[in-house]
């Protein structure tokens, strides 16, 4: 990964690459204009004068390159990354916020999935996609026909698969450079605290409760950011949640101290869920992963945000750290 000491290496490199690549140019645009400019009489003479030039130029182009490319790419800290590195993450690099620095960060990381499902399925594929080096996937399920409408990453010859394993072949087909690690088990008091650990950051997009305020624990206690996100029928939230770093972090159980009863609060399979709504959260949910990943932009912890997909509307809440919250509470 680039450390701080690349970067500020690499920036006076940045500065004598466009030095040496702008004097290059003058000295270009100098040799074809005084070539330009003889005319008449002379012709004849500058014709092999101007021919001479011209191998002059194409000298000075080469060293110019040979100097200014290695030097911008260092300065992009773009030497660790290979050529198709480079080309599939053109887009990420332009960018000023994330850049070679950020990339080779993403490249880095390890991000834990919790669910191959309607949530599971965008956010998988746009963190493959964004080049993650090691993506999670937890689930116990098998690709059933009810799943197709909202779970994009399985397809109709998957029914009958194990989710993690039609998720690997998938996110093998975006991007063969992520390591994709399978969790084929649900995750438990006894097996959470294992697997969390070998991640960075964890996106949960599980479908009950009982295993959001598991995770959220873990998280918790092991000091892992956590993109929480949940959606049913037209409506969709989703928060941050990284409580142990004090004042202003709250977690899940500050806004719900305990989980409804299963009874009280219907699943998809009862109340429904229209498919693309999942696609609308897990996009987020993978932008939220990768912004903190990344360290930019402003983090969702302690707001929460709501998508009302019938009004076309989103609203924000703020949510205060409990002091009595059974997990991060001081009292
Ligand atoms: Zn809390």
Same mark, same amino acid.
């Given at each position: 990964?680039?450390? *701080?000491?690349?970067?500020? /290496?690499?920036?006076?490199?940045?500065?004598?690459?466009?030095?040496?690549?702008?004097? #290059?140019?003058?000295?270009?645009?100098?040799?074809?204009?005084?070539?330009?400019?003889?005319?008449? /009489?002379?012709?004849?003479?500058?014709?092999?004068?101007?021919?001479?030039?011209?191998?002059?130029v194409?000298?000075?182009?080469?060293? /110019?390159?040979?100097?200014?490319?290695?030097?911008y790419?260092?300065? &992009?800290?773009?030497?660790? &990354?290979?050529?198709?590195?480079?080309?599939?993450?053109?887009?990420?690099?332009?960018?000023?916020?994330?850049?070679?620095?950020?990339?080779?960060?993403?490249?880095?990381?390890?991000?834990?999935?919790?669910?191959?499902?309607?949530?599971?399925?965008?956010?998988?594929?746009?963190?493959?996609?964004?080049?993650?080096?090691?993506?999670? /996937?937890?689930?116990?399920?098998?690709?059933?026909?009810?799943?197709?409408?909202?779970? @994009?990453?399985?397809?109709?010859?998957?029914?009958?698969?194990? *989710?993690?394993?039609?998720?690997?072949?998938?996110?093998?087909? @975006?991007?063969?450079?992520?390591?994709?690690? &399978?969790?084929?088990?649900?995750?438990?008091?006894?097996?959470?605290?294992?697997?969390?650990?070998?991640?960075?950051?964890?996106?949960?997009?599980?479908?009950?409760?009982?295993?959001?305020?598991?995770?959220?624990?873990?998280?918790?206690?092991? *000091?892992?950011?956590?993109v929480?996100?949940?959606?049913?029928?037209?409506?969709?939230?989703?928060?941050?949640?990284?409580?142990?770093?004090?004042a202003?972090?709250?977690?899940?159980?500050?806004?719900?101290?305990?989980?409804?009863?299963?009874?009280?609060?219907?699943?998809?399979?009862?109340?429904?869920?229209?498919?693309?709504?999942?696609?609308?959260?897990?996009?987020?949910q993978?932008?939220?992963?990768?912004?903190?990943?990344?360290g930019?932009?402003?983090?969702?912890? #302690?707001?929460?945000?709501?998508?009302?997909?019938?009004?076309?509307?989103?609203?924000?809440?703020? @949510?205060? *750290?409990?002091?009595?919250?059974?997990?991060?509470?001081?009292?």
């Amino acid at each position: 990964m680039a450390s *701080k000491r690349q970067l500020s /290496v690499g920036r006076p490199l940045m500065w004598v690459g466009i030095a040496v690549l702008s004097a #290059g140019v003058a000295v270009g645009a100098w040799f074809l204009r005084t070539s330009g400019i003889e005319s008449g /009489v002379k012709a004849e003479r500058s014709a092999s004068r101007a021919s001479s030039r011209g191998v002059s130029v194409g000298r000075v182009m080469v060293v /110019v390159i040979g100097v200014a490319l290695p030097c911008y790419k260092r300065a &992009m800290s773009l030497p660790d &990354m290979t050529e198709t590195q480079i080309r599939r993450y053109a887009r990420h690099i332009v960018l000023a916020e994330i850049g070679g620095v950020g990339q080779a960060k993403l490249i880095a990381s390890k991000v834990l999935v919790i669910g191959a499902g309607g949530l599971g399925a965008p956010l998988l594929q746009y963190l493959a996609a964004a080049g993650i080096g090691t993506l999670g /996937v937890i689930d116990d399920d098998t690709v059933d026909l009810s799943n197709l409408q909202r779970q @994009i990453i399985h397809r109709t010859a998957d029914i009958g698969t194990a *989710k993690v394993e039609s998720a690997r072949r998938a996110l093998g087909d @975006i991007n063969p450079e992520v390591r994709v690690v &399978m969790h084929p088990r649900r995750l438990t008091e006894a097996n959470a605290e294992q697997i969390v650990a070998g991640y960075d950051v964890v996106a949960d997009g599980s479908d009950n409760f009982a295993t959001r305020y598991l995770v959220n624990d873990i998280c918790y206690r092991l *000091k892992k950011i956590l993109v929480s996100a949940a959606i049913l029928r037209f409506d969709g939230q989703i928060s941050t949640y990284k409580a142990w770093r004090g004042a202003g972090h709250p977690c899940l159980r500050c806004i719900f101290p305990t989980a409804p009863s299963e009874d009280a609060v219907p699943s998809c399979a009862q109340a429904g869920v229209l498919g693309a709504l999942a696609g609308t959260l897990g996009a987020l949910q993978a932008t939220e992963v990768v912004k903190e990943i990344l360290g930019i932009g402003r983090s969702l912890s #302690g707001r929460l945000l709501t998508y009302d997909a019938l009004d076309a509307s989103f609203d924000e809440m703020a @949510i205060a *750290k409990r002091p009595d919250c059974p997990t991060c509470g001081t009292q």
